[in-house]
């Protein structure tokens, strides 16, 4: 699991990388030899790793280390997880937060890894629709639960600094399994999470 930074990079990896960046910014019509730049391509090869990790990652080993035996059938809500993606169309950023919520079926989860599994599918080529779903199926796959249910909200910068240049759109996800797909529980939980946000 590659949670050290030193265990992100891969030689080969950032070599060839490094390679593409540099002719990148000489098809932009800079000079990729000017001191300010010498090192960029190495940079982004670098940072370009570190923005889609979650590819080495597995969010249900990660549930996995955590999980626990415990009777309780309330639910359990972690919101406002900040969230870093890269739109699958520009591979631009997108971000925004997500709130997850799960209803025990006699095993949870430590808090974090909750927060972890975010991180894992944020961390790859995404639309906002999928990584929803692969966050609530990652949950629903390893404890279980009565329900699971996760919204995020989100801007993409594809929408923002080019194309229709919109800056303050945001779009909302959302997507509920189980017990949240009955309308009392789906609105507790819409009411839990928008509670604090406003
Ligand atoms: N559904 C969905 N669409 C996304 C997401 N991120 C970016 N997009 C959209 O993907 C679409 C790609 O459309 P295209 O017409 O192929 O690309 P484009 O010419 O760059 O489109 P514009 O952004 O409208 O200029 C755009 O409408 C983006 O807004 C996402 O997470 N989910
Ligand atoms: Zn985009």
């Known amino acids: 699991m590659a949670y050290k930074k030193e ?46 990790q979650g590819y080495h990652m597995d ?22 997880i900040e969230l870093y993606s890269l739109c699958e169309h520009h591979m631009l950023p997108f971000f925004g937060r997500a709130h997850v919520a799960y209803i025990p079926n006699g095993w949870i989860t430590g808090l974090s890894k909750i927060a972890r599994v975010v991180d894992v599918y944020s961390h790859r080529l995404q639309v906002q629709e999928r990584l929803t779903v692969q966050i609530m199926n990652a949950i ?13 909200e989100a801007k993409h910068l594809c929408m923002m600094m080019r194309g229709v240049q919109k800056q303050n759109s ?8 189980g017990e949240f797909q009955k309308n009392s529980t789906r609105s507790e939980f819409l009411k839990l999470i928008s509670a604090r946000l406003s």
């Open 140 to 152: 629903k796959e390893t404890l279980n639960p009565l329900g699971v249910a996760v919204v995020i």
């Open 170 to 177: 945001e779009t909302t996800t959302s997507a509920f399994d």
């Open 59 to 80: 969010a249900h080993e990660i549930i996995n280390s955590a999980k626990f035996h415990e009777d309780v059938s309330e639910m359990i809500i972690v919101k406002d």
């Open 7 to 52: 265990d992100i990079y891969d030689e080969p990896v950032t070599d060839a990388l490094t390679q593409h960046y540099k002719q990148v910014i000489e098809q932009l019509g800079e000079d990729p030899e000017r001191e300010g730049l010498m090192k960029t391509p190495e940079r982004v090869a670098k940072a370009m790793q570190v923005l889609t």
